[in-house]
């Protein structure tokens, strides 16, 4: 990763309120293409619930 987690929670945090439990997606696995538009991403945690996100 290019920045630790310190630095992406303490740089986040100026833009939005975290809390405990919040999520922070933070890359890709080697060898999965680009994101680009129209791709949709679904990220599910058990027992959380999942998110969709359609790029535009």
Same mark, same amino acid.
């Given at each position: 990763?290019?920045? @630790?987690? /310190?630095?992406?929670?303490?740089?986040?945090?100026?833009?939005?309120?975290?809390?405990?439990?919040?999520?922070? /997606?933070?890359?890709?696995?080697?060898?999965?293409? /680009?994101?680009?538009?129209?791709?949709?991403?679904?990220?599910?945690?058990?027992?959380?619930?999942?998110?969709?996100? @359609?790029?535009?």
């Amino acid at each position: 990763m290019i920045w @630790k987690v /310190p630095e992406m929670t303490s740089y986040l945090s100026d833009y939005f309120e975290l809390a405990g439990g919040d999520v922070i /997606p933070t890359g890709t696995p080697a060898g999965v293409d /680009p994101v680009v538009r129209d791709d949709l991403m679904a990220m599910e945690i058990e027992g959380v619930g999942t998110m969709n996100v @359609k790029v535009v």
